[in-house]
């Protein structure tokens, strides 16, 4: 399955400046397995979005198609061909 | 001579220079904006430049450490996590607290949060978990302070290298003979007011300790209410408070070579923390803490505010400087051994952290 992510400007040095980077991943992938690929192509990025117990960081929002992974699996949520995960760092701090 | 003092803060780290003496400040920054600097610190045995390392968080993507080895003009960092807890901890680092060079070449140490130590062989690029401590019997009772679980100080001996003395909130005193393979607490004489038992074996809420390089038996501790000094390696602790206002506080810094001088920032209490009657002061102590004398010249009249363990530090140059920073966001240096004070920058965030480096 091709998986297109979307990063925050403040992510995109971490990939390459690229703002969009382009997955490929097995058929019953999840957002943890796609985050798994990320880690071995951009771990630089991967590891400001997860930590290394793979909880994914409190303060960063995954949309999977529109939707917060919180409200579907978390980083169990399946994943279809062509879906688009947008990555987005929640409102926080002072 | 130029001197230069990294100033971490809540919000990003701020480097002052001065090429005259210490007496006039240059300040740039914000570098690594908009995380919180809890650690930075200075390796002096790189060449020509001192490397320097800063611990940082970011609200939202996390703990990191990076380095630089051109004063803060350009930073370098792993695309591997440089600290990570292995797999089978179960454990994700939350932050950085310390930083400290050991004896043995490009050895350096780092405290973090949760309680740990990592040991990197390459110069601070690249850390280990020392296992001996993450695996000790006690950790299960080691309690998170108001600030966290952390090692927040590493001393290492400054000639052999199995030799480590740290300290941590709460947990108190440990100490390591053989690398860090075995540890020990090392706690007697340190009251712990807030337990059934004061005098615990472990479990104080140590909150800074300080050695003299040239006198390494020698330490002094500032406590969850206690400041106290050790001559016997940390095995026992005596109580040096009298003579100062409170015994409460965060800092103790030892000067870099007069193993009898200390400061010393006292806040009025647990339950108070402004110095008493809302004075800043640094307090000095020339006779390795029998008695106490307040330097206040050139610092504030109006302080309702205080200084955290680590923002508070002595450069290496004769005389030495002292510096310290504030929750208030100022920087205060003295380049007299604290007879005299002038402000180096103000209204920055909460200052968390500040080491200062001569070449």
Same mark, same amino acid.
């Given at each position: 399955?091709?998986?297109?992510?979307?990063?925050?400007?403040?992510?995109?040095?971490?990939?390459?400046?690229?703002?969009?980077?382009?997955?490929?991943?097995?058929?019953?992938?999840?957002?943890?397995?796609?985050?798994?690929?990320?880690?071995?192509?951009?771990?630089?990025?991967?590891?400001?979005?997860?930590?290394?117990?793979?909880?994914?960081?409190?303060?960063?929002?995954?949309?999977?198609?529109?939707?917060?992974?919180?409200?579907?699996?978390?980083?169990?949520?399946?994943?279809?061909?062509?879906?688009?995960?947008?990555?987005?760092?929640?409102?926080?701090?002072? | 001579?130029? =001197?230069?003092?990294?100033?971490?803060?809540?919000?990003?780290?701020?480097?002052?220079?001065?090429?005259?003496?210490?007496?006039?400040?240059?300040?740039?920054?914000?570098?690594?904006?908009?995380?919180?600097?809890?650690?930075?610190?200075?390796?002096?045995?790189?060449?020509?430049?001192?490397?320097?390392? =800063?611990?940082?968080?970011?609200?939202?993507?996390?703990?990191?450490?990076?380095?630089?080895?051109?004063?803060?003009?350009?930073?370098?960092?792993?695309?591997?996590?440089?600290? =990570?807890?292995?797999?089978?901890?179960? =454990?994700?680092?939350?932050?950085?607290?310390?930083?400290?060079?050991?004896?043995?070449?490009?050895?350096?140490? *780092?405290?973090?949060?949760?309680?740990?130590?990592?040991?990197?062989?390459?110069?601070?690029?690249?850390?280990?978990?020392?296992?001996?401590?993450?695996?000790?019997?006690?950790?299960? @009772?080691? *309690?998170?302070?108001?600030?966290?679980?952390?090692?927040?100080?590493?001393?290492?001996?400054?000639?052999?290298?199995?030799?480590?003395?740290?300290?941590?909130?709460?947990?108190?005193?440990?100490?390591?003979?053989?690398?860090?393979?075995?540890?020990?607490?090392?706690?007697?004489?340190?009251?712990?007011?807030?337990?059934?038992?004061?005098?615990?074996?472990?479990?104080?809420?140590?909150?800074?300790?300080?050695?003299?390089?040239?006198?390494?038996?020698?330490?002094? *501790?500032?406590?969850?209410?206690?400041?106290?000094?050790?001559?016997?390696?940390?095995?026992?602790?005596?109580?040096?408070?009298?003579?100062?206002?409170?015994?409460?506080?965060?800092?103790?810094? *030892?000067?870099?070579?007069?193993?009898?001088?200390?400061? @010393?920032?006292?806040?009025?209490?647990?339950?108070?923390?402004?110095?008493?009657?809302?004075?800043?002061?640094?307090?000095?102590?020339?006779?390795?803490?029998?008695?106490?004398?307040?330097?206040?010249?050139?610092?504030?009249?109006?302080?309702?505010?205080?200084?955290?363990?680590?923002?508070?530090?002595?450069?290496?140059?004769?005389?030495?400087?002292?510096?310290?920073?504030?929750?208030?966001?100022?920087?205060?240096?003295?380049?007299?051994?604290?007879?005299?004070?002038?402000?180096?920058?103000?209204?920055?965030?909460?200052?968390?952290?500040?080491?200062?480096?001569?070449?």
């Amino acid at each position: 399955m091709d998986i297109s992510v979307r990063l925050p400007a403040t992510l995109r040095p971490r990939a390459g400046d690229q703002a969009t980077v382009d997955v490929q991943v097995s058929g019953d992938a999840t957002l943890a397995d796609l985050l798994d690929v990320l880690a071995q192509r951009y771990p630089g990025l991967e590891r400001r979005l997860r930590d290394e117990t793979g909880k994914l960081r409190r303060y960063v929002n995954f949309y999977v198609d529109g939707e917060e992974c919180r409200q579907l699996g978390g980083v169990a949520t399946p994943l279809r061909d062509a879906a688009e995960v947008q990555i987005i760092p929640s409102v926080a701090g002072g | 001579m130029t =001197a230069v003092l990294a100033i971490g803060t809540r919000k990003g780290l701020w480097l002052a220079t001065s090429d005259d003496g210490r007496a006039t400040w240059e300040v740039t920054g914000p570098h690594h904006s908009m995380t919180d600097v809890y650690a930075v610190g200075f390796d002096t045995r790189t060449t020509p430049t001192p490397r320097l390392l =800063a611990g940082v968080t970011s609200e939202h993507y996390g703990p990191s450490v990076g380095y630089s080895d051109d004063l803060g003009q350009t930073w370098q960092e792993p695309d591997h996590a440089p600290i =990570a807890f292995p797999d089978d901890t179960g =454990a994700a680092l939350a932050r950085v607290w310390q930083f400290a060079p050991g004896s043995e070449p490009n050895v350096v140490y *780092a405290g973090v949060e949760p309680t740990a130590v990592f040991r990197s062989t390459d110069g601070g690029v690249t850390y280990e978990l020392v296992r001996g401590l993450w695996d000790h019997p006690h950790r299960e @009772n080691w *309690a998170p302070g108001f600030g966290g679980a952390a090692v927040h100080t590493i001393l290492p001996h400054p000639t052999d290298p199995a030799r480590l003395t740290v300290a941590m909130s709460t947990g108190g005193v440990y100490v390591t003979e053989d690398g860090g393979d075995t540890w020990r607490p090392s706690n007697h004489g340190i009251k712990a007011y807030f337990l059934p038992d004061p005098d615990p074996e472990y479990g104080q809420c140590v909150h800074k300790i300080a050695q003299n390089p040239d006198q390494p038996e020698r330490f002094y *501790a500032q406590n969850h209410h206690g400041v106290y000094r050790s001559d016997d390696g940390a095995a026992t602790w005596q109580s040096i408070a009298e003579g100062l206002p409170s015994d409460f506080g965060f800092a103790m810094v *030892a000067h870099p070579r007069r193993p009898d001088v200390i400061y @010393n920032f006292p806040l009025v209490a647990d339950r108070e923390r402004f110095p008493p009657g809302g004075r800043c002061a640094v307090y000095r102590s020339e006779d390795a803490g029998k008695s106490w004398e307040a330097l206040t010249e050139g610092l504030p009249d109006q302080f309702w505010n205080g200084v955290l363990r680590d923002a508070m530090c002595v450069d290496t140059a004769d005389p030495a400087g002292v510096y310290f920073g504030t929750r208030s966001g100022s920087v205060f240096a003295s380049r007299d051994e604290g007879e005299h004070w002038q402000p180096v920058v103000e209204n920055l965030p909460d200052v968390l952290c500040v080491r200062a480096v001569v070449t």
